[in-house]
T-cell receptor, first 112, second 113 residues
Framework: NAGVMQNPRHLVRRRGQEARLRCSPM?????VYWYRQLPEEGLKFMVY????????ESGMPKERFSAEFPKEGPSILRIQQVVRGDSAAYFC??????????FGPGTRLTVL | KQEVTQIPAALSVPEGENLVLNCSFT??????LQWFRQDPGKGLTSLLL?????REQTSGRLNASLDKSSGRSTLYIAASQPGDSATYLC????????????FGEGTQLTVNP
């Protein structure tokens, strides 16, 4: 059973470009979470999704950020018009229910 | 609002020493607590999960305890090894905050050979 998969592992964007981060949960997991780790800071919750539904997006910036978890395919975290402050490690986690969360290796976004 | 604090922020010990990492949380209505390990530039590896109804969990040389009334959890590492060097994170899942984990800042552990 493969773990949580994230790609790309590293992503470089120039200011104003779009960043798309992908997450494939563990097999059988229908709950997906996105967290952000800014440099020298702890992990902060961004958004929680179940298949085709956003359950809790209270940790996600209101502008430029969006997330989806379609019926087929991976979950996508999309950042439009990136700024330098978006540079961070973005981690995806999945779970079967409200229980143990398993994390992917992360996508490290660098905005030039 | 739940806050999670980890003390110390950094710890350096000689190989073979037993050690304790501390985690405290402000809201006792905790559903479960997870301990993770994070290596530099890597993702998080789940080490132990303690449900609110449990007092401790053990896996190999690791033992984690949970005391809801005092708002504390500890991670005990026995006979530490250089390979244990990493950042250890605790994260609480609250009964009232849906499914979001609230993380502490982590303890950076270095085990010297």
């Amino acid at each position: 059973n493969a773990g949580v998969m994230q790609n790309p592992r590293h992503l470089v964007r120039r200011r104003g470009q779009e960043a798309r981060l992908r997450c494939s949960p563990m097999k059988g997991h229908s709950h997906v979470y996105w967290y952000r780790q800014l440099p020298e800071e702890g992990l902060k919750f961004m958004v929680y999704l179940q298949k085709e539904n956003i359950i809790d997006e209270s940790g996600m910036p209101k502008e430029r950020f969006s997330a989806e978890f379609p019926k087929e395919g991976p979950s996508i975290l999309r950042i439009q018009q990136v700024v330098r402050g978006d540079s961070a490690a973005y981690f995806c986690a999945s779970s079967i229910s409200k229980n143990e969360q398993f994390f992917g290796p992360g996508t490290r976004l660098t905005v030039l | 609002k739940q806050e999670v604090t980890q003390i110390p922020a950094a710890l350096s010990v000689p190989e073979g020493e037993n050690l304790v990492l501390n985690c405290s949380f402000t809201d006792s209505a905790i559903y479960n607590l997870q301990w993770f390990r994070q290596d530099p530039g890597k993702g998080l590896t789940s080490l132990l999960l303690i449900q609110s109804s449990q007092r401790e969990q053990t896996s190999g040389r690791l033992n984690a305890s949970l005391d809801k009334s005092s708002g504390r959890s500890t991670l005990y590492i026995a006979a530490s090894q250089p390979g244990d060097s990493a950042t250890y994170l605790c994260a609480g899942l609250m009964e009232t905050s849906g499914s979001r984990l609230t993380f502490g800042e982590g303890t950076q552990l270095t085990v010297n050979p």
